[in-house]
């Protein structure tokens, strides 16, 4: 149990956000954006990136309105990485992974180096939260991505980061002495202080596992002395943990306990919801070895209710595998049974989510570019040793030719009397030879200057020759694409004028559609009010001047049917509100309408307008009724105070998006309603499809896409 108890406590304390901000700059050199306000947006970002590192809430409104009302790149993406991070913060795994696709949707501008760096932290959180949702595999593949992409592009940083998080993952999966290797692989870079601080924690917890206190206690305090120094709550609180747990493996009972108690406060105050549930479930596994069962069962099922709603699987194969022993303990055999099988049921499910043959592919990745750096550094290494021996050979022949020099010299010694009758003839003989040496090389400097010259003409004269023909291309290439450009130009005002035919004929069949449509709506309500309201109305006049006094209640059940026809038909006009009126200002008047004299802003956003006010008259239909259940359900039940609707239409692809900042509720438990029933009806009928993302206390997104699109028929 201890084992599996450290890799709960395993944290990743390299959520680099303010490095990432200053780095992700979007200028798009084909915009025309006012400078001073990019600026303004961009100060606002860094602002909101201060906030959420100090763990303010304000960061999350900060954040929904600069998506909201963003009009640089800059600001709409580094909005939506803030909203990202900020549900990472909170453990609020989900959403953080909804944020996180919708920024790799916005990684469109920047180089590819931009980009990259963009991908690399998106991978990096998707990363994260796998693996505190206890999906180790996947959080595993999402580094190795991570690395893959940091080698091509020679990101130096984004690979060390994501160096650490593989090394995470593999103490999760028990490789304890791979993960060792990388975390001091990652000691060696020195540019990120977060970095290496995250390494010296996670270097004690593998020791921890290897069951050297000594030396894990050693890391812990080096980490947690650097983490007060920098104010890093989430660092400080993964620390006691991992100090509390060694003190419970030596039987320190009381000062685990004491530990564990800080862990609790500090994650009450910050709401760090996973080491609140770490230290619950080892508070609980002190409590079963004190025979306390009855406490401890009353701990972990309060840990389990919030490990279910977080979706936590790792904590609760852990709470279902001690609430068995306390059932084991009191001879609940049936208890055993249900936590047995919910234990396995859990682990069944993740096994499944794991199998996924890209992970081993990726790992192969890895693995070869690191045999690939072993292999350059032997090669570095055989270099240099060939270097050394070809240095000791050369100073071996220098020593020779020493040594001959100096027998050389004592021989001079010896013939120096013989040679001194000589020495005049022979420097009379050396004078004549330096004169002609110096005569041979005043002509071979003469010889030398002649042939530079020639040298210097013929690179004129190549120079030349080569010159002249690109000209000639040059002018030639300018005379075609003049009169490719004169083409163009042609060819444009050709474009135009079948345009606007084609643009008149449409409007000609518009007319005469909206007269047929017209027509046939006036036969169809005449021809209801004569059949059904006016049969009746005259039954009901021959009935009152032959009725007797027993026959008022037919003719009154009589009446009510008619008011019932009445009320449908006048049901059934509801779309020629949309005729005649345009379906977005249709939808944004009863918005205002509904919301009037209440605390409740909306916003509506639609693009583009003019296409989705074309759409099928039964499908507005539909949709305006949709909206209506959502509005009604989120001024009944949500206790919102902001409502934002968005409605795109892109590749004949329709989408709503309707999110309100509620309380939220359990997608899973609450969504078999009479107003969910009769979405999903409609949606249905329309072959639309409805998402819904929403957890308690962090609001509701709904989502909704329709591709079965009937455009309205403009032919009469």
């Known amino acids: 149990m201890l084992k599996s108890l ?11 956000p303010a490095i990432l901000v200053a780095q992700i700059n979007d200028s798009n050199p084909s915009s025309k954006i006012d400078t001073a306000l990019e600026e303004k947006e961009k100060a606002q970002i860094n602002k909101a990136f201060e906030i959420l590192n100090r763990g303010n809430k304000e960061a999350l409104t900060i954040g929904h309105q600069l998506r909201k009302k963003a009009q640089t790149h800059y600001a709409k993406i580094n909005s939506v990485l803030l909203l990202a991070h900020y549900f990472n913060n909170r453990q609020l795994n989900d959403s953080s992974n909804f944020y996180v696709k919708e920024f790799m949707k916005l990684n469109t501008v920047g180089n590819d180096s931009l980009i990259s760096r963009r991908k690399s932290a998106a991978y990096n959180l998707l990363a994260i939260n796998y693996k505190d949702k206890g999906l180790v595999e996947e959080s595993k593949k999402w580094h190795q991505k991570g690395i893959i992409l940091a080698k091509k592009y020679n990101q130096e940083e984004d690979y060390f980061k994501h160096l650490h998080g593989l090394a995470v993952s593999y103490v999760a999966m028990g490789d304890l002495n791979q993960a060792l290797q990388l975390f001091k692989e990652c000691l060696t870079y020195k540019k990120d202080l977060e970095i290496t601080m995250g390494s010296y924690i996670n270097i004690g917890q593998v020791y921890a596992e290897k069951k050297d206190f000594e030396t894990s206690d050693l890391f812990l305090k080096k980490g947690l002395k650097i983490a007060k120094e920098k104010q890093y709550t989430s660092a400080i609180t993964a620390i006691l943990i991992n100090l509390a747990a060694n003190a419970q493996v030596l ?17 009450g105050k910050h709401k760090f919801y996973r080491e609140k549930l770490n230290a619950e479930t080892n508070i609980g596994s002190i409590l079963i070895n004190k025979k306390k069962f009855d406490d401890a069962e009353l701990i972990y099922t309060s840990a389990l209710v919030n490990a279910i709603d977080l979706g936590y699987l790792d904590h609760q194969l852990n709470i279902y595998e001690n609430l068995k022993r306390i059932a084991i303990h009191k001879s609940n055999y049936r208890q055993v049974y249900y936590f047995s099988s919910r234990y396995f049921t859990i682990k069944d499910s993740i096994s499944l989510l794991q199998r996924n043959q890209e992970i081993n592919e990726l790992e192969v990745k890895f693995q070869t570019l690191q045999k690939e750096k072993e292999i350059s550094l032997l090669q570095v290494e055989k270099v240099n040793r060939e270097l050394e021996l070809a240095n000791q050979k050369e100073a071996f022949q220098n020593l020779e030719l020493q040594r001959e020099i100096e027998k050389k010299e004592s021989e001079n010694e010896l013939l120096s009397i013989q040679n001194a009758t000589e020495k005049t003839v022979n420097e009379n003989n050396l004078l004549k030879k330096n004169q002609e040496i110096k005569e041979a090389q005043f002509l071979i400097q003469q010889a030398e200057t002649q042939r530079q010259r020639s040298i ?49 004929d449409q409007e000609l069949k518009l007319v005469k559609a909206s007269i047929k449509g017209q027509n046939n709506e006036r036969s169809r309500i005449a021809q209801e009010l004569h059949d059904s309201i006016g049969g009746n109305l005259a039954s009901i006049k021959l009935r009152l001047n032959n009725s007797k006094d027993g026959d008022l209640n037919s003719i009154n059940l009589q009446i009510d049917d008619t008011y019932r026809q009445v009320r449908n038909l006048s049901h059934n006009l509801i779309p020629k509100k949309f005729r005649e009126n345009n379906f977005c200002n249709v939808l944004k008047e009863y918005l205002n309408n509904t919301l009037k004299g209440s605390s409740i802003s909306s916003n509506i956003n639609a693009y583009p307008i003019e296409e989705i006010d074309l759409l099928d008259e039964r499908l507005q239909a539909e949709i305006f009724k949709i909206i209506q259940e959502l509005i009604t359900n989120t001024i009944k039940h949500a206790k919102a105070s902001i409502i934002d609707i968005q409605i795109n239409l892109i590749d004949n692809i329709l989408g709503v998006i309707f999110e309100d900042n509620g309380i939220g509720f359990n997608a899973k438990k609450q969504t078999n309603g009479i107003g969910f029933k009769n979405m999903k009806n409609r949606l249905k009928k329309i072959s639309g499809v409805l ?26």
């Open 456 to 504: 210097k003409n013929i690179v004129l004269y190549s120079f030349l020759i080569f010159l002249i023909p690109i000209i000639g291309l040059l002018y030639t290439y300018y005379l075609k694409l003049k009169a490719q450009n004169e083409l163009n130009k042609k060819q444009e005002e050709v474009n135009e004028q079948k345009i606007a035919s084609i643009l008149k």
């Open 6 to 16: 450290y890799h709960l406590f395993l944290q990743i304390l390299l959520l680099f």
């Open 691 to 716: 998402n819904i993302d929403s957890n308690p206390r962090i609001g509701t997104i709904i989502s909704i896409e329709i591709s079965n699109l009937k455009p309205t028929t403009n032919e009469v």
């Open 251 to 267: 039987n320190k009972t009381e000062e685990a306990l004491d530990l564990y108690y800080r862990v609790l406060d500090i994650a």
